[in-house]
């Protein structure tokens, strides 16, 4: 099992109190819940953080989502009509903000998700995006292990 480099929230808890609040002006933003929880389910499953993944799939499983849905959202562009239009576009802005490796975000994967949001929920999208990749991003750093694993969890 993989063993947690450091604890960064307790060295730097003014850190974890920023990371907070910015997370939590993104979900009070407005966006749709089942977007949101999509959108970090995917970031989190392309930025390979199993302490996200664990905590969102559980999250979202918890809110009533479909275990085919989650099953299939790595493979969101193949399952047919699973994921809506809305979706499909939160997705694919999902993937490219998160794979700037890639390039920058192109136009019509943009234009997709500003023909299904207004521009106050595609700020919202985008914050939710953003905040989760920084979350991905420590967590992965410092291995942060998922709750599910850790010792005594069932």
Known sequence: MTTRRM???QTAPRLMK???GFQQAAAAAGLDPVVAELVK???SQINRCAFCLDMHLTEAREKGERQ???DLLASW???GDLFTEREGAALALTEAVTRLTDGFVPDE???RAAAHFDEAELAAL???IVAIN???RFNVAIREVPKSLEEGAS
């Open 41 to 43: 389910i995917r970031a």
């Open 68 to 70: 085919l849905r989650l």
């Open 77 to 79: 562009e193949e399952a």
């Open 126 to 128: 985008l914050g939710q």
């Open 7 to 9: 604890n960064i929230w």
């Open 134 to 136: 920084a979350w991905n």
């Open 18 to 20: 920023g990371m907070s």
């Open 109 to 111: 994967v943009y234009a």
